[in-house]
C-alpha cells in the first residue's frame, strides 16, 4: 500500500508567513506539519510515498529529502497548476499504479493513529474509506450524508448543510478512484473536487465506508488553526531540559529545551519547547509556546504562541500571546523619541495593540 501526501497548496489563510514559505512547513512545536504526516504514515506501515508538490517544490523537497530520516521512499510529483484534489490523483497514477493507497492533505492534523484503519482497509473489500469528524461549522467543509454505514451523498461547502460530518484530509482508494477521476468534470471553481469523485464511486456501486474519529483532527489552515494544534502537541511532551539553566531561573512542568540554549534570570513555564540556540533573559515563557532554533527573547513575556527560527523580541512592556510570529524578525522597544509605535508589516498581516 503507498502513501500520497498533497503538498501542493498555496496557503493563503496563513499568508504572510506562506509568502515565504510553504505551508506545510510551518512548525507546530518546533516540527514541520509536513513531518507529522510522513510519520503518521511510515507508523501506519507504509514506506512509499508520493508527495504532490507545487510553487513550493524547491523548499519541500529541501526539507523532506529522499525520506531516508524515516526510513521511507519519497517521490515527488509536480502539479503545475492548483486544479484540485482529484487533479492530484489524477496525475499521480503512474506513481501509484493499481495499488492501494492513503491519501493524506499535508496540513491536516490528527489525533488518533491511522494503522488499525489502513489494516482494515488492506484486509477488507471496499474500494473507498472517508474519515469523518462532527464539527459545528459544517458549512466550511464537504460533507457527508449516511444511511447507517453507508455513505449516501457527499457535498461540498453546502450553504445548508444536511448534516455535520466533515470530510477530514485522509482518504483510502483503491484503483477504482482512477475511473472517478477521469469521469468527473471541473466543478464552479475550475477544480476537480474529491468529493465529485467519491460521489461518483457512490452512485455507480462502489463499496465506500465512513468511518467517523473519536479524537481530534485539526485542518492547519489558519493561525487560530495552528495554536489549537500547537496546545494539543505541546500536551504530549516529556520533560527533558538539557541546556544551561542559571540559579536565578524556574523551569516549571512538562519543557523540552535543547542543548545550547540559555534559560538565564527566567521562568519557563510548560508545556513549552525551546529550540537550541536560543537564550531567554529576564523574560517569562508561559504555557503553550514553541520557540524554534536560535531565538532571542529578553525583558518580554510571551504565552501561547509560535515563534520561528531566528526571531528576536527584546524589551516588550506587554505580554504577547495568542501569536504566531515568522522567520528573522524583530519585535523591540524603540528608544527613539517621540514615543510611537514603527511598523514594517507584509501584506495580510494582522496586529493586536493594547
Same mark, same amino acid.
Given at each position: 500500500?503507498?502513501?500520497?501526501?498533497?503538498?501542493?497548496?498555496?496557503?493563503?489563510?496563513?499568508? =504572510?508567513?506562506?509568502?515565504?514559505?510553504?505551508?506545510?512547513?510551518?512548525?507546530?512545536?518546533?516540527?514541520?506539519?509536513?513531518?507529522?504526516?510522513?510519520?503518521?504514515? /511510515?507508523?501506519?506501515?507504509?514506506?512509499?510515498?508520493?508527495?504532490?508538490?507545487?510553487?513550493?517544490?524547491?523548499?519541500?523537497?529541501?526539507?523532506?529529502?529522499?525520506? !531516508?530520516?524515516?526510513?521511507?521512499?519519497?517521490?515527488?510529483?509536480?502539479?503545475?497548476?492548483?486544479?484540485?484534489?482529484?487533479?492530484?490523483?489524477? +496525475?499521480?497514477? @503512474?506513481?501509484?499504479?493499481?495499488?492501494?493507497?492513503?491519501?493524506?492533505?499535508?496540513?491536516?492534523?490528527? !489525533?488518533?493513529?491511522?494503522? $488499525?484503519?489502513?489494516?482494515?482497509?488492506?484486509?477488507?473489500?471496499?474500494?473507498?474509506?472517508?474519515?469523518?469528524?462532527?464539527?459545528?461549522? $459544517?458549512?466550511?467543509?464537504?460533507?457527508?450524508?449516511?444511511?447507517?454505514?453507508?455513505?449516501?451523498?457527499? &457535498? @461540498?461547502? =453546502?450553504?445548508?448543510?444536511?448534516?455535520?460530518?466533515?470530510?477530514?484530509?485522509?482518504?483510502?482508494?483503491?484503483?477504482?478512484?482512477?475511473?472517478?477521476?477521469?469521469?468527473?468534470?471541473?466543478?464552479?471553481?475550475?477544480?476537480?473536487?474529491?468529493?465529485?469523485?467519491?460521489?461518483?464511486?457512490?452512485?455507480?456501486?462502489?463499496?465506500?465506508?465512513?468511518?467517523?474519529?473519536?479524537?481530534?483532527?485539526?485542518?492547519?489552515?489558519?493561525?487560530?488553526?495552528?495554536? @489549537?494544534?500547537?496546545?494539543?502537541?505541546?500536551?504530549?511532551?516529556?520533560?527533558? /531540559?538539557?541546556?544551561? /539553566?542559571?540559579?536565578?531561573?524556574?523551569?516549571?512542568?512538562?519543557?523540552?529545551?535543547?542543548?545550547?540554549?540559555?534559560?538565564?534570570?527566567?521562568?519557563?513555564?510548560?508545556?513549552?519547547?525551546?529550540?537550541?540556540?536560543?537564550?531567554?533573559?529576564?523574560?517569562?515563557?508561559?504555557?503553550?509556546?514553541?520557540?524554534?532554533?536560535?531565538?532571542? +527573547?529578553?525583558?518580554?513575556?510571551?504565552?501561547?504562541?509560535? +515563534?520561528?527560527?531566528?526571531?528576536?523580541?527584546?524589551?516588550? $512592556?506587554?505580554? &504577547? !500571546?495568542?501569536?504566531?510570529?515568522?522567520?528573522?524578525?524583530?519585535?523591540?522597544?524603540?528608544?527613539?523619541? $517621540?514615543?510611537?509605535?514603527?511598523?514594517?508589516?507584509?501584506?495580510?498581516?494582522?496586529?493586536?495593540?493594547?
Amino acid at each position: 500500500m503507498k502513501g500520497l501526501i498533497l503538498s501542493g497548496g498555496k496557503g493563503t489563510r496563513l499568508r =504572510p508567513l506562506t509568502y515565504t514559505s510553504a505551508k506545510q512547513l510551518v512548525p507546530v512545536a518546533n516540527k514541520p506539519v509536513l513531518f507529522y504526516t510522513i510519520e503518521n504514515l /511510515v507508523e501506519a506501515g507504509i514506506s512509499e510515498i508520493g508527495i504532490v508538490v507545487g510553487d513550493t517544490a524547491a523548499e519541500v523537497k529541501t526539507a523532506v529529502g529522499s525520506g !531516508e530520516k524515516w526510513n521511507a521512499k519519497i517521490t515527488y510529483i509536480q502539479q503545475d497548476a492548483p486544479l484540485g484534489l482529484a487533479h492530484a490523483v489524477k +496525475i499521480s497514477h @503512474e506513481f501509484l499504479g493499481d495499488d492501494q493507497f492513503v491519501m493524506y492533505l499535508g496540513d491536516n492534523m490528527l !489525533e488518533q493513529s491511522i494503522r $488499525p484503519l489502513v489494516e482494515d482497509f488492506k484486509t477488507g473489500k471496499c474500494n473507498c474509506q472517508i474519515l469523518l469528524k462532527e464539527v459545528t461549522n $459544517p458549512q466550511s467543509y464537504g460533507v457527508a450524508v449516511l444511511a447507517g454505514d453507508r455513505v449516501v451523498s457527499l &457535498i @461540498e461547502k =453546502p450553504a445548508d448543510p444536511p448534516s455535520n460530518l466533515a470530510l477530514v484530509g485522509v482518504y483510502m482508494f483503491d484503483h477504482n478512484i482512477f475511473t472517478a477521476v477521469n469521469e468527473i468534470k471541473p466543478s464552479w471553481r475550475g477544480e476537480l473536487e474529491i468529493t465529485d469523485a467519491i460521489q461518483y464511486l457512490v452512485t455507480n456501486g462502489y463499496d465506500v465506508k465512513p468511518f467517523v474519529l473519536d479524537g481530534w483532527w485539526v485542518d492547519t489552515g489558519k493561525q487560530a488553526d495552528m495554536l @489549537e494544534v500547537n496546545r494539543l502537541i505541546l500536551d504530549r511532551l516529556e520533560r527533558n /531540559v538539557s541546556c544551561y /539553566v542559571d540559579k536565578d531561573s524556574r523551569v516549571e512542568g512538562k519543557v523540552v529545551i535543547e542543548q545550547s540554549a540559555e534559560i538565564i534570570n527566567s521562568v519557563v513555564r510548560g508545556p513549552t519547547i525551546i529550540g537550541r540556540g536560543c537564550r531567554i533573559i529576564n523574560s517569562y515563557v508561559g504555557p503553550y509556546t514553541s520557540i524554534n532554533h536560535n531565538c532571542t +527573547i529578553s525583558d518580554s513575556e510571551v504565552e501561547h504562541s509560535i +515563534i520561528l527560527e531566528n526571531s528576536q523580541i527584546h524589551d516588550i $512592556p506587554s505580554r &504577547i !500571546e495568542d501569536s504566531l510570529i515568522g522567520r528573522n524578525v524583530v519585535v523591540e522597544k524603540s528608544p527613539i523619541k $517621540p514615543k510611537a509605535l514603527k511598523l514594517l508589516l507584509g501584506d495580510n498581516s494582522r496586529v493586536g495593540i493594547l
